[in-house]
T-cell receptor
């Protein structure tokens, strides 16, 4: 069964727009929620991660929001650029501190 | 290049053949993880290894799949008697000895296995 549910499966946004991707989980071994960015033919690369002693973390145009009571976290890409076109995966340590469970991925297309 | 190195990048095998995928972790990393990515899906954990030890193979299919991380050389993921359903991208990640395993995860570029 899917332990981390990610939506939407894909989205198209105009250059300069905001991309929002959501993830939900049931339980985690501990609180650490990374987002990975993957370009075609490449491996996933860590984009941004949050250890929720805070409810939000921002790095440049990328922001993670975390709602612990709802067991949800989201990625916001502000001022989306064509170079942001990629597949984004959320992940969480569902079982222990070395095994990540990934969402199914969101393919983001930014139109110029 | 100090990243996680995987080879080959692409591998084509006929049904019934063996596939060997190799992974050299980042310098200073002693923990290796293998994940499989099927088309249109996220990555699924397969196995976690340290030098000469398999720590967790709970995600490995019970038959035909094996993994090792010898004292010297890269980690090897071996698939015997491949079937079409084994076609996928296989990613290796490594993490450092200390500081929290998953915080330091770094993925390689993957091996794309196609079984014909």
């Amino acid at each position: 069964q899917q332990q981390v549910k990610q939506s939407p499966q894909s989205l198209i946004v105009q250059k300069g727009g905001i991309s929002i991707i959501n993830c939900a989980y049931e339980n985690t071994a501990f609180d650490y929620f990374p987002w990975y960015q993957q370009f075609p033919g490449k491996g996933p690369a860590l984009l941004i991660a949050i250890r929720p002693d805070v409810s939000e973390k921002k790095e440049g145009r990328f922001t993670i929001s975390f709602n612990k009571s709802a067991k949800q976290f989201s990625l916001h890409i502000m001022d989306s650029q064509p170079g942001d076109s990629a597949t984004y995966f959320c992940a969480a340590p569902i079982v222990n501190d070395y095994k990540l469970s990934f969402g199914a991925g969101t393919t983001v297309t930014v139109r110029a | 290049n100090a990243g996680v190195m995987q080879n080959p990048r692409h591998l084509v095998r006929r049904r019934g053949q063996e596939a060997r995928l190799r992974c050299s972790p980042m310098k200073g990393h002693s923990h290796v993880y293998w994940y499989r990515q099927l088309p249109e899906e996220g990555l699924k954990f397969m196995v976690y290894l340290q030098k000469e030890n398999i720590i967790d193979e709970s995600g490995m299919p019970k038959e035909r799949f094996s993994a090792e991380f010898p004292k010297e050389g890269p980690s090897i993921l071996r698939i015997q008697q491949v079937v079409r359903g084994d076609s996928a991208a296989y990613f290796c990640a490594s993490s450092p000895e200390t500081g929290g395993y998953i915080y330091g995860y770094t993925f390689g570029s993957g091996t794309r296995l196609t079984v014909v």
